[in-house]
């Protein structure tokens, strides 16, 4: 049974396209993020909600919109998209926020021409 | 200065070896320390994690934090090309705030 699941895993758009990801942990936990990593290996945080609760906002473009209706999901709607937008997103669960043990989902390969 | 350095290698090692791998950080409110492995289109998946400074050991694997010189290291004995991966280590904890700081990741090759 996947703990952190994510769909779709691949997602190929056009420039301008508006696209959504979708996180499910079946963890129990409190706590879900969303990174992205580059074509260098680069993981950075994006985005962080514990018990629903946005705790985590780095300065991305606001085109990218976390929304997380409950405990267990967290979705990533990102508006017109660009070309510097190709990337992997992992999300990731952990029990408690900064405590260190995070749980990574397959990640979602956004190609965007 | 990045808040973590990591060499991003690649560092390639025969079958068996001992493999050592290390990260500096500089932000001393750490408190909480990991290791992820990384294998090629696969997410990050939780190797050791260790609280404050000390030794963890778990079969092949040894982590080692020392605080006072800010650096972490990560040890794989008798290393098998299954080993073979990106090994990430990342940091947390103190005035850190929630956020997890990820160094670059070192590419890993074992040869059979």
């Known amino acids: 049974d996947t703990a952190v699941s994510q769909t779709p895993k691949y997602l190929v758009t056009q420039m301008g396209n508006d696209k959504s990801i979708k996180c499910e942990q079946n963890?129990?936990?409190?706590?879900m993020y969303w990174y992205k990593q580059d074509s260098k290996k680069f993981l950075k945080i994006m985005f962080s909600?514990?018990?629903?609760?946005?705790?985590i906002n780095e300065t991305v473009p606001n085109r990218f919109s976390p929304k997380s209706p409950d405990k267990a999901h967290l979705n990533l709607h990102i508006n017109s998209l660009e070309l510097g937008d190709s990337a992997v997103y992992f999300c990731?669960?952990?029990?408690?926020?900064?405590?260190?043990?995070?749980?990574f989902g397959p990640g979602t390969r956004l190609t965007v021409t | 200065q990045k808040e973590v350095e990591q060499d991003p290698g690649p560092l390639s090692v025969p079958e068996g070896a001992i493999v050592s791998l290390n990260c500096t950080y500089s932000n001393s409110a750490f408190q909480y320390f990991m290791w992820y492995r990384q294998y090629s289109r696969k997410g990050p998946e939780l190797l050791m994690y260790?609280?404050?400074?000390g030794n963890k050991e778990d079969g092949r694997f040894t982590a080692q934090v020392d605080k006072s010189s800010k650096y972490i290291s990560l040890f794989i004995r008798d290393s098998q090309p299954s080993d073979s991966a990106t090994y990430l280590c990342?940091?947390?904890?103190?005035?850190?705030?929630?956020?997890?700081?990820f160094g670059a990741g070192t590419r890993l090759f074992v040869k059979a």
């Open positions: 963890l129990g936990h409190d706590t």
């Open positions: 990342a940091m947390s904890g103190g005035t850190g705030g929630f956020k997890t700081i």
């Open positions: 990731a669960s952990s029990q408690q926020p900064g405590m260190g043990e995070q749980y």
């Open positions: 260790t609280y404050s400074s």
């Open positions: 909600y514990n018990n629903k609760e946005l705790i």
